[in-house]
Every structure is written in structure tokens, then in C-alpha cells.
């Protein structure tokens, strides 16, 4: 009888692996060859050139502080309008090496005017401007 109840049947127990390994084997193959097709591609690339940093400047950083009325601060110095600050920003943009920007905010400060002031520095040609914060307690 084709069908028999004992347990020694003389059949195999364990899982075939041998088509998981095939289709493994297909799958490595095929990744080694697109692999192997997006280096084959010649390019020119260009030439880029890096810019030196000088080991250290002492150029003082510049503190543009804002508050939440609006008023803008130059170092400590209240600005009266904001073609004073484009004045000063353009006057130092021309300088090398430039100094960087440090913008202070109250908490409270609406970010339109923090954006106006980073506006404003940017399009004066301006580098570097970096967000003061105090770590939180």
C-alpha cells in the first residue's frame, strides 16, 4: 500500500534549501552585475577648487541681536533703520576675511522679522550666520 502508519517510511524530514540557495545565487548575480554597470559609465568630471581657511582669525563676530518690538541691535548699538543695517552688512561683506554673523532673538520674536534680518544679511553677501540659543535647563 502506497499510504503506510508507520513512522519509518524511509522519506526526508528536513526542508529542501537547495531552491532558496538558487534563487540567493540569481539574486547575488545580478546585483554584482547592475553593480558592476554604474561604474562602467566615463565621465569628465569637473575640477573643483577648495578654498584654503586661514588657521585661525581674529576677526570679532558680529551681533545682530532682535527684539520683539523690532528693534534691531548692532553689537549692543540700537540701529534706527533697517538701511543702516544693510549699510553696515554691505560695508562688511566686503572685507576679508569676514566675520560672522551671530543672530539673537528674544523668545518671543516673530519669526518674519528673524527672517527679514537673515534676508537682509544674505543678500548683503554674508557668509556665515549663526543662531545664538541658551541650553536648556
Known amino acids: 500500500m502506497a499510504f503506510s502508519s508507520d513512522g519509518n517510511d524511509g522519506g526526508f524530514n528536513e526542508p529542501n534549501v537547495v531552491p532558496l540557495v538558487d534563487v ?18 566615463k565621465l569628465e568630471l569637473p575640477k573643483a577648487t577648495i578654498e584654503r581657511k586661514p588657521a585661525h582669525t581674529d576677526v570679532p563676530p558680529i551681533s545682530l541681536s532682535v527684539r520683539e518690538s523690532g528693534e534691531i541691535y548692532w553689537n549692543d ?20 576675511p569676514q566675520a560672522d554673523v551671530l543672530l539673537r532673538a528674544d523668545k518671543e520674536t516673530k519669526y518674519s522679522q528673524i527672517q527679514e534680518v537673515t534676508t537682509r544679511v544674505r543678500l ?12 536648556e535647563s
Do not use: C
Open 77 to 96: 548699538e540700537q540701529l534706527t533703520d533697517t538701511s543702516v543695517l544693510d549699510t553696515r552688512l554691505a560695508v562688511e561683506a566686503q572685507k576679508v
Open 24 to 41: 540567493m545565487l540569481v539574486l547575488l548575480i545580478i546585483f554584482m552585475v547592475t553593480a558592476s554597470v554604474s561604474e562602467s559609465i
Open 124 to 135: 548683503a553677501g554674508m557668509r556665515s550666520i549663526n543662531f545664538v540659543s541658551e541650553p
